[in-house]
Structures are given as C-alpha cells and as structure tokens.
C-alpha cells in the first residue's frame, strides 16, 4: 500500500503545471522598430501620451500589443473625459539617465541604468495607483488564460529622486518604516481578479531597487489579465504621494507544449 501511494505521488509530480518539459517560454522584449514608433518625445506632455494640446484625447488610442506572448496594453486610463498618461497607462521609453538628482515628472520615463534589462534599449513604464478594476493592465489578446512566469523590474529615475528628497510640499524624503510596493492582481479565465502578487521597490531610505531585478509571477497562476497599482503607506492628503511609477522588461509567458 506504501509503495502504491509514493508511486501515486511521483505520478502526480511529474503532471505538474510546472514541470519545464509541458511548456515553453516566450518573451516579451519591446525591442525593434515598432516599437521605437510608441516612444513619446518629450517624456512629459509629448503628442503621443497627452495628445498635441496636452489635454488628452476623447479615444484611448496609445495601446501596444506583442504577437509572440499575445500580451496587449489596456491603454491610457480614462478620467474626466480624457485619456491621458497623467491618468495611467503604461508607456514604451528608451530614456536613461546617468543621476537620479536631476530627475523631475519631466523626465517621467527615464531609469538609471544603461538601458533595459540585459543590455536591451527598450523598455516598459507602468504609471497607475489605487485599487483593482480600473488600473492600468497586461492582457492575453486572444482571452487565453496562461502562466506569466516573470519579469525585471527596476525604479524609475523620479522615484529614486523622490524618495530621498520628497515631493517639495507634503514629506521631504523616504523615512525608515515607509515603503512602495507594485502590486499585481491576477483576473481568472471567468474575468475575477482572483489572485495577486507583490514586489518590494523601496523599503526605507536605503534599500530602493536601482537594478534590473526579477519578479517572479507565477504565484498569480493562470490569468487572462494582470493589473499593476504602486502603492505604499507614504501618503499626504491625495493619497499615495510617491510617484506611482516602475519600469519593467522581458516579461515571460508559458505557453504549454500541445
């Protein structure tokens, strides 16, 4: 009967979702010319993001969508009638700095480090807080549910420069005790936000992530849709009142082997 129940155990092991032998990787790099297209010039206020007047358009039309993974942006978040970056979204950027002291909301898409993750130029900024159901969104275009594996993640140049000196009226820097995380909700093949997954960006004055780092998702199980809210317990009267930004790449999809 032992025998019989660790031979049963093995068997089920082996049929695991996470066996590596029942699925493939692939990758989400935001390399290449069409890419390039959907970077906004400037970082702030540029046509792309704001429209040309700045004050937003009255259709979501900056989205992306990847045909290797079959992600797809869910596009500008709407407010007040408008679509604009300042409501949410998540921007295609190439934009390096050297010094997070001379960053600013100007420079909103920028990180300091040499690029994207392994050397790569492009890269993601994700800008959106609150609470699920209406935060900025990675989705399967095709309404499959799968396993997103991972993805590198780093802090924005404006987050690392706001963390050490505030935000000029409401808190003068990142104090011991406070913390901003970026916090995945995971949405069910039903369309229910079902599971969630949390990553650490700053924890104090002195340990704010500066280098690409990997996030592993696989905790959120299968999904059909993934939002993202930077979130923490730095507040003033508005609310979260560090810059609701991170940057992210490479981001890795299991496509099961038929």
């Given at each position: 009967?032992?025998?019989?129940?660790?031979?049963?155990?093995?068997?089920?092991?082996?049929?695991?979702?996470?066996?590596?032998?029942?699925?493939?990787?692939?990758?989400?790099?935001?390399?290449?010319?069409?890419?390039?297209?959907?970077?906004?010039?400037?970082?702030?206020?540029?046509?792309?993001?704001?429209?040309?007047?700045?004050?937003?358009?009255?259709?979501?039309?900056?989205?992306?969508?990847?045909?290797?993974?079959?992600?797809?942006?869910?596009?500008?978040?709407?407010?007040?009638?408008?679509?604009?970056?300042?409501?949410?979204?998540?921007?295609?950027?190439?934009?390096?700095?050297?010094?997070?002291?001379?960053?600013?909301?100007?420079?909103?898409?920028?990180?300091?480090?040499?690029?994207?993750?392994?050397?790569?130029?492009?890269?993601?900024?994700?800008?959106?807080?609150?609470?699920?159901?209406?935060?900025?969104?990675?989705?399967?275009?095709?309404?499959?549910?799968?396993?997103?594996?991972?993805?590198?993640?780093?802090?924005?140049?404006?987050?690392?420069?706001?963390?050490?000196?505030?935000?000029?009226?409401?808190?003068?820097?990142?104090?011991?005790?406070?913390?901003?995380?970026?916090?995945?909700?995971?949405?069910?093949?039903?369309?229910?936000?079902?599971t969630k997954a949390t990553f650490r960006l700053?924890?104090?004055?002195?340990?704010?992530?500066?280098?690409w780092t990997i996030w592993d998702l696989t905790?959120l199980g299968e999904v059909t849709k993934v939002?993202?809210?930077?979130?923490?317990?730095?507040?003033?009267?508005?609310?979260?009142?560090?810059?609701?930004?991170?940057?992210?790449?490479?981001?890795?999809?299991?496509?099961?082997?038929?």
């Amino acid at each position: 009967m032992y025998l019989m129940a660790l031979a049963a155990v093995f068997a089920f092991v082996a049929c695991t979702p996470d066996d590596e032998d029942s699925y493939t990787v692939k990758t989400l790099t935001f390399e290449g010319s069409t890419w390039d297209a959907l970077i906004d010039t400037p970082q702030y206020g540029g046509k792309l993001l704001y429209t040309e007047s700045g004050e937003g358009a009255a259709t979501n039309y900056y989205s992306w969508s990847d045909a290797t993974t079959q992600l797809q942006s869910s596009g500008l978040v709407n407010a007040w009638g408008s679509y604009c970056y300042w409501n949410g979204g998540q921007a295609i950027s190439n934009y390096t700095m050297t010094d997070p002291e001379a960053a600013s909301y100007q420079t909103q898409l920028a990180v300091c480090t040499k690029g994207g993750h392994g050397g790569s130029k492009n890269f993601c900024v994700h800008f959106g807080t609150g609470e699920p159901g209406s935060l900025p969104a990675l989705i399967f275009a095709d309404g499959v549910a799968r396993v997103i594996e991972s993805m590198y993640v780093v802090n924005t140049a404006y987050m690392q420069f706001t963390v050490k000196h505030g935000d000029g009226w409401s808190f003068d820097g990142v104090k011991e005790g406070q913390y901003a995380d970026v916090v995945a909700y995971g949405y069910d093949a039903e369309g229910k936000q079902s599971t969630k997954a949390t990553f650490r960006l700053v924890d104090g004055p002195g340990k704010v992530v500066s280098d690409w780092t990997i996030w592993d998702l696989t905790a959120l199980g299968e999904v059909t849709k993934v939002e993202f809210a930077v979130t923490g317990n730095v507040t003033n009267d508005y609310g979260f009142a560090l810059p609701a930004y991170f940057a992210y790449d490479d981001v890795a999809v299991r496509f099961p082997k038929k």
